[in-house]
């Protein structure tokens, strides 16, 4: 931090010592430099207090130091180190309000000129440090001078939200503009922006957030409002109506105006206004300072309180009947507290110089709690004291001594919320802090009324002790299988994922957002349940059973095939392995256990297969546990951590996880299948051989070989050929072809068989029929044909006198054969086993037939080769003994 000459600790006794609620204890912290309180605000686990050096009345320095009053008794000194236009240290322009987690912003005026004033927003780290300057909006011009009255910045009371700025845009109409988050040069985002009417010239409004990101709009139609910005008219006047909206700046709509409260009684009038509503209430309220004023007497004043719902239904206006209110209150204040209700605090001038400060608490629904025992004797200005709380129960209140100091007070509170932070739930299964056991399927919340299911979530988280939660499930609230109500509608049953408790001695805790449950009777919309608050941990082992190394396959949905094929070529590895980062989150599992293997079609989607490793500790969950939860994981995806994630979105929930067996394992039976098919063929062609030992009966083999291996081709064509990009028209085209070639080519044989061998075209004239089928089987392979001439098993009907040169082509046909069918089909064979993730019966077969028949061919080549040499060689060995 940038700190300035000192850096004071100062042990502060509300956090070393547990004094009881009403107890006081003080300590003073001396200023060095002529320095008072300007403004306060409430970080939780710290406050900010901006400090000036006043001027004169109206101005003070140009310079914007802060002091940080930590939770742990700390005070750090910073400045921010940006200098803005010396004109916002005037009439109190600029404003400085927290920002998410980490931030801070001052809002400011860039300019006194007419044509280019402007409002913008500086982000500071809470060092003070620059970070980014964002335009809001120009500073409206009213009756021709520039005008900032009224402009504010209202935070959420939580940082999931962002925040509204607000400003008069004429007499009549406040504009307002929503911003959330940071861009990527970390400026301030512009949701959205919008406009509210005022029923009065610089009617007095309030704003105030409410539950999912809504914030409420108050205005009053009376004549002598108070504005500090407008001098109050005649104190007599008896019109007063209250208007409340719901700006619901995320969903871009408005609800309302609606009138929660008007008053028509002669003498009647307002002084003072202010509004709470917090998370945990299921309604807002309004305090009015009411002043009734009749001529010639004392005018007598009391508080009425006005409780009204989101949809501007008023259910109850009562008085403070434990609160006096006299003519001596100057100021009136309302804050939330950290641990539920408000504290209302009145500040009244007891003489002309000295005030008295008063507080009460009031419980969530702004009802009396009790009274804020604040010491007898303290005495605060009007402008120098700053109220807040830490999240550890303690209050705590700053009082400005004089210039060079400043006095802080502090007291525990009463806890007015539940554990849950929720007055609304009862109770919960699992307890807070308790135990459950590994696998729970389901959990139930119970509300002290009946209730009913809303829109919003239900999301489950597991705590990595690293600061970093890991989304285990997310459930909507509206009605489904999931949820079951009890009979009187007071407990909501949740069915949860078996995966989503699935690691034993873990921290969970369960969020449950604004909206997710409505109040059955009203409809009103109820607060949820925040990070941390319903936690528990789980108990049990892991199974100890080992389970080897496996893999599963997985499919992309059609947009995630398109979106894969659609990524640069270098990107497409980055896709794979920030898919495997996402997927070992959501299991949740060490990433080194995973690796992802690419790719095969199934109907044009991508087919993937994910290998797991074994677990190397007894901790994590084993090979099994992991498929049988990544399964259920992605067929529940809309409410799992699948979808959360970009590249994990894009799984298709109705292929699931589907885990791939080992080959022989999976496929025992079909091998021992075609074994007895094998052995069956080969006891035949014993049996036959033994009988006819003069016939070629080995055809019985080949013949079995070739009419499978043909058939296998076209069975792989038509159901595997899709599968792997690239060889479904290879495997056509070297399918068709040779088949083509073969049956022309034995067609020609058989012709010129008939034409030029009288001895075949007697034996033909008897066996047409028979010549006719094998010239079309021969389209799978031509030494089908030599089948004629082999008399296998004695059947005299293949006695067909084909010549040599009939052979010859037959020979050389199928020496063709090898290289534009058998070589080309077995790499076609190769290559989808390297492309594809699934392996299974149609392909192994396929390569196995394609293997067999290739190498018999080479083989027989070989060896008629070597015959045909050694013919050759005898032939001239005896025409040289006959030339002798």
Not at 246 to 265: A, C, E, H, R
Not at 736 to 752: A, E, K, R, W, Y
């Amino acid at each position: 931090m940038n700190l300035s000459s000192y850096f004071i600790t100062i042990a502060i006794f509300f956090l070393l010592i547990k004094p009881l609620y009403s107890s006081w204890n003080n300590i003073i912290y001396n200023e060095t430099e002529r320095l008072v309180i300007a403004q306060t605000f409430d970080l939780r686990d710290k406050t900010i207090l901006h400090m000036t050096r006043p001027i004169n009345e109206t101005c003070v320095e140009a310079k914007i130091d802060l002091r940080i009053l930590h939770q742990n008794g700390i005070i750090e000194v910073a400045s921010i180190d940006y200098q803005i236009p010396e004109h916002n240290f005037c009439n109190g322009i600029f404003q400085i309000k927290r920002y998410q987690l980490n931030y801070l912003l001052v809002l400011y005026v860039n300019s006194t000129d007419i044509e280019s004033a402007s409002y913008y927003v500086l982000l500071v780290d809470y060092e003070g440090k620059f970070i980014s300057n964002t335009y809001l909006a120009p500073v409206s011009v009213i009756n021709g001078s520039l005008y900032t009255c009224g402009t504010t910045i209202t935070s959420y009371t939580t940082e999931e939200y962002g925040i509204l700025f607000t400003t008069y845009e004429s007499e009549t109409v406040v504009s307002w503009s929503y911003l959330d988050g940071l861009d990527d040069k970390r400026n301030i985002i512009k949701i959205n922006n919008g406009k509210q009417s005022l029923k009065t010239p610089f009617g007095p409004y309030f704003v105030s957030p409410r539950i999912e990101g809504n914030f409420i709009f108050i205005t009053y139609d009376s004549m002598n409002a108070e504005n500090k910005c407008v001098e109050s008219n005649d104190p007599t006047d008896i019109r007063f109506i209250v208007y409340v909206s719901y700006l619901k700046p995320i969903m871009n709509g408005v609800d309302g105006p609606f009138i929660i409260y008007q008053s028509t009684i002669p003498h009647l009038s307002v002084d003072k206004f202010v509004c709470g509503n917090t998370r945990m209430s299921m309604s807002s309220f309004c305090i009015l300072v009411m002043n009734s004023v009749k001529a010639n007497k004392k005018s007598k004043k009391h508080l009425l309180k006005i409780s009204f719902q989101d949809s501007g239904s008023v259910f109850n206006i009562e008085k403070y009947s434990n609160l006096k209110f006299d003519d001596n209150v100057i100021k009136l204040e309302l804050y939330n507290l950290y641990y539920g209700g408000f504290l209302l605090s009145l500040l009244k001038r007891t003489d002309k110089i000295i005030n008295n400060l008063q507080g009460t608490i009031l419980n969530n629904d702004g009802n009396y709690y009790s009274n804020w025992g604040l010491p007898t004797d303290l005495k605060v200005t009007q402008e120098f004291y700053a109220i807040g709380d830490f999240n550890n129960g303690t209050m705590y209140l700053i009082v400005q001594e004089d210039e060079f100091s400043w006095k802080i007070s502090s007291s525990n509170l009463p806890r007015i919320s539940n554990d849950y932070n929720n007055p609304c739930v009862n109770k919960t299964f699992p307890l807070i802090g308790s135990n459950v056991w590994i696998s729970t399927s389901q959990i139930n919340i119970t509300y002290n009324m009946p209730v009913t299911l809303s829109i919003n979530n239900f999301t489950i988280y597991q705590d990595d002790n690293n600061g970093v939660p890991i989304l285990r499930q997310s459930i909507p609230g509206n009605p489904s299988k999931v949820f079951s109500l009890s009979n009187d509608n007071r407990t909501i049953h949740i069915n949860v994922l078996e995966s989503t408790f699935n690691k034993p001695n873990a921290n969970y805790y369960i969020v449950i957002d604004d909206n997710a449950v409505k109040d059955l009777i009203s409809n009103q919309p109820l607060a949820g349940v925040g990070k941390n608050y319903w936690n528990f941990e789980t108990s049990g082992i892991n199974d100890d059973k080992f389970a080897d190394d496996s893999s599963g396959t997985f499919s992309l949905t059609a947009d995630g095939t398109k979106y894969y094929y659609n990524l640069p070529q270098d990107r497409k590895s980055e896709f794979f392995l920030q898919l495997k980062a996402d997927l070992a989150k959501a299991i949740p599992i060490d990433i080194n256990r995973l690796d992802i293997k690419c790719c095969e079609f199934d109907n044009g989607q991508i087919i993937l297969i994910l290998f797991i490793k074994c677990k190397m500790n007894k901790n994590e969950r084993n090979v099994i546990d992991v498929i049988k939860d990544l399964d259920m994981l992605i067929r529940e995806k809309e409410t799992s951590p699948i979808s959360w994630f970009n590249t994990t979105n894009f799984i298709d929930a109705t292929f699931g996880f589907k885990q791939t067996h080992d080959f022989f394992d999976c496929y025992k039976f079909h091998i021992i299948g075609i074994l007895i098919g094998i052995i069956t063929i080969g006891l035949i062609y014993y049996c036959i051989k033994k009988k006819y030992p003069k016939g070629k009966n080995i055809f019985i083999f080949k013949f079995s070989l070739i009419l499978l291996d043909f058939a296998l081709d076209i069975t792989f064509i038509l159901t595997k050929g899709n599968k792997v990009n690239g060889i479904l028209i290879p495997s056509i085209i070297f399918c068709v072809v040779p088949t083509t070639i073969n049956i022309i080519l034995s067609i020609s044989i058989v012709l010129q068989e008939i034409t030029k061998n009288k001895n075949f075209y007697k034996w033909f004239k008897n066996n047409t029929s028979i010549v006719a089928l094998f010239t079309i089987l021969a389209g799978t392979d031509i030494e089908i044909l030599n089948i004629l001439t082999s008399q296998v098993a004695g059947i005299m009907i293949f006695n067909a006198p084909i010549s040599v040169k009939a052979e010859s082509y037959i020979f050389w046909g199928s020496f063709l054969g090898l290289f534009i069918e058998d070589i080309p089909q077995l790499i076609i064979q190769v290559i989808y086993i390297n492309l594809t993730v699934t392996y299974d019966t149609i392909p192994f077969l396929t390569l196995l037939t394609s293997a067999i028949i290739l190498a018999n061919k080479i083989v027989s080549r070989i060896y008629y080769s070597i015959i045909q040499l050694n013919i050759k060689k005898r032939m001239s060995n005896m025409s040289s003994i006959v030339g002798s």
